[in-house]
């Protein structure tokens, strides 16, 4: 058996290296493909270096440096010209070119029998595509079956959120919140629907999952109204073109959903592991076995959210801080809203502990 299984492995990562090795090949040659002009730089040469200082004494270096390239696809397919590029150092807002990067051109036009052209960014369709495909090869070699599931799952679930996306933006005078608290809905019960079967243990999960999420943002709402937003600051989201507010209801709801399943998720395997070791485990034994286990891995949970939230504005609260901006104003800008969302999924953690070991407990627990 053991041979059999290491046989299956074995094919299967073969088939995986032959379909890894085409798709590298195919997104590589890929250009005709699209619409937008597409070149490879056949030699990149710096031309100009200069030091720049803003009124904060940032210093920073502005280089430009001359492509030669060759179009890819479009008309001009195999033409040769040269354009310019111009860079900072940091590399914060544009980035620099080498040889043998391929990129997207604009207002690409021929005046005066000659090429003239603007270099828009990378085509990163070979690397987002490898990464893919190593994403999906791990997951089937090291968990087969749950792997596949667990697979299957995140793509329906990215299906589901464009389909939201497109409802939005085409019914905009509905209320953003509950597009995707129905969304939020499907994404619990199609990830643990394909992942744990139509089971008890998938049941719990559910259940403690949505009523956790629902009361822990139905309460944050009521506070927000009642203390009149102050200190939340949805000024700071940026490009929203609609009622800012259900949407970062609905962001939140989204963020609180996936930490509250990952909590439950856990505390229920283990609670059906301990009744299959003791089948003639009670009631009791298994809810306060859930709270235990709960209160391990709630600590680690919610620091692993707050690392997350600080990684997602450090960049953007550094920028802040560097022009000149005080700490308190470039908490509100960059982090308040990131931490009421913290705060709310905390709340969602903390909640989910007796609500999924009451959930598994009745289920599986045996009554005296």
Not at 99 to 112: A, D, E, M, R
Not at 221 to 234: D, F, K, Q
Not at 288 to 306: A, Q, T
């Amino acid at each position: 058996m053991n041979w059999q299984l290491a046989g299956w492995r074995k094919r299967l990562l073969g088939l995986f290296l032959v379909v890894g090795v085409a798709l590298w090949f195919f997104m590589g040659h890929n250009q005709r493909l699209y619409q937008k002009p597409i070149a490879r730089v056949e030699a990149a040469q710096t031309v100009k270096t200069t030091r720049v200082k803003d009124q904060f004494e940032n210093v920073d270096y502005q280089i430009t440096q001359r492509l030669k390239l060759r179009l890819l696809n479009g008309t001009y397919r195999g033409k040769r010209l040269t354009v310019t590029n111009t860079y900072t150092k940091s590399q914060g807002l544009d980035q620099a070119y080498k040889k043998g990067n391929q990129v997207f051109l604009t207002q690409l036009v021929k005046k005066h029998g000659r090429l003239t052209a603007e270099v828009s960014g990378y085509k990163r369709d070979r690397p987002l595509v490898m990464l893919a495909w190593l994403v999906m090869m791990l997951l089937i070699l090291t968990l087969g079956t749950a792997g596949s599931l667990a697979l299957a799952s995140v793509l329906l679930n990215v299906l589901l959120f464009v389909i939201a996306i497109e409802v939005d933006l085409k019914f905009q005078d509905w209320n953003a919140f509950w597009i995707f608290a129905i969304l939020a809905l499907c994404f619990a019960a199609a990830s643990l629907v394909i992942v744990l079967g139509p089971t008890k243990k998938m049941l719990a999960t559910l259940a403690a999952t949505i009523l956790a999420t629902a009361v822990a943002v139905g309460l944050s709402a009521l506070v927000i109204t009642w203390t009149g937003a102050r200190g939340v600051y949805y000024e700071s989201m940026q490009y929203v073109t609609q009622v800012p507010r259900p949407l970062f209801l609905a962001e939140t709801l989204l963020g609180s959903l996936g930490a509250v399943m990952d909590e439950a998720s856990d505390i229920v395997a283990t609670l059906f592991e301990l009744k299959t070791l003791d089948p003639d485990v009670s009631f009791g034994q298994l809810f306060w076995s859930g709270r235990n286990v709960g209160k391990s891995i709630m600590g680690p949970l919610v620091n692993v959210l707050f690392m997350i939230f600080l990684a997602d504005t450090f960049t953007s609260a550094l920028m802040y801080l560097k022009n000149g901006n005080s700490l308190a104003y470039t908490f509100n800008m960059n982090m308040s809203l990131g931490t009421v969302q913290s705060l709310i999924s905390g709340i969602g953690i903390v909640l989910a502990v007796p609500l999924v070991s009451l959930f598994a407990a009745i289920l599986l627990g045996r009554r005296g």
